[in-house]
């Protein structure tokens, strides 16, 4: 036990967790390098030996961590998501698993458990997850009746844009990111003047009013998320200097009792 207490005091140390930041970025620039066929040319046993070394800290700390921490290891999501990227990469990338090669980059990834403010913000996207899918459905909606009223109007005018329901709709997706839609509205109005009525309604329905709601419920979901644990951290402080309190009155009644007993023997 005294062993597990030692280690989990490592893990849970701040220089141990600089250690394994600097570890995951220094793996992230070696992955890069091997894009490059030049440097793997020269390189490439170096570059191999750093990739395996990285890899053997980082099972290495995952161990330790399931060491110092037993079951309750499992009970934390982010360990969960740690334990997932590190098995992928652990995965022999030969043969039918060569594509898992690619996925080791993902370690990269580790930098959003490791870093608490990456985390906070993680946090406050998978908490506004629910908000963001009826924006997502409300979008959805939106560009179905878009696409269907465009393919109607316009399909015989510009049949490049609007020839099909499925060329419609990448076309409106195309303008609600504000990419190229000026030089394909002109160049309907010169055959319908009264075509930018649909642009300017659909863009002011689509790009300022819908995706502005997802930026909404985002900054929503990480304003709660941090304000839940601002309570939290003040919870366990004030939880910590009442035990604090508790103990330091524990030990001034022992002292009390110990005067008295003194005190009773030189009487």
Do not use: C
């Not at 700390?61 to 110092?68: D, G, K, N, P, S």
């Amino acid at each position: 036990m005294i062993f597990r207490e030692q280690v989990r005091t490592l893990v849970t140390r701040k220089g141990f967790q600089r250690f394994i930041i600097g570890v995951i970025v220094f793996n992230a620039i070696t992955l890069g390098f091997e894009t490059s066929r030049g440097i793997v040319e020269q390189f490439g046993g170096i570059l191999h030996f750093a990739d395996r070394a990285a890899l053997a800290i980082f099972v290495v700390e995952i161990l330790l961590r399931i060491y110092a921490f037993g079951w309750a290891f499992f009970k934390d999501a982010w360990n969960i998501f740690d334990l997932i990227i590190i098995g992928v990469a652990v995965v022999p990338a030969t043969g039918e698993f060569s594509v898992l090669r690619a996925l080791r980059i993902l370690r990269a990834l580790r930098l959003i458990s490791v870093v608490p403010s990456m985390r906070r913000v993680v946090s406050g996207l998978l908490a506004a997850v629910p908000g963001m899918a009826s924006i997502a459905a409300l979008l959805a909606l939106v560009l179905y009746i878009a696409g269907v009223m465009a393919t109607k109007l316009f399909q015989h005018l510009q049949p490049e844009y609007f020839g099909d329901f499925g060329g419609t709709l990448f076309t409106l997706f195309q303008i609600m990111t504000g990419e190229g839609w000026p030089d394909i509205a002109r160049e309907l109005m010169q055959k319908a003047p009264l075509a930018w009525i649909f642009f300017v309604s659909y863009i002011i329905v689509s790009s300022f009013a819908v995706l502005n709601m997802f930026i909404a419920v985002v900054v929503n979901g990480m304003d709660r998320g941090m304000t839940d644990e601002l309570v939290e951290a003040e919870e366990k402080h004030a939880a910590e200097q009442k035990a604090s309190d508790e103990l330091l009155l524990t030990e001034i009644r022992a002292l009390r009792t110990e005067i008295a007993e003194l005190r009773a023997e030189r009487r």
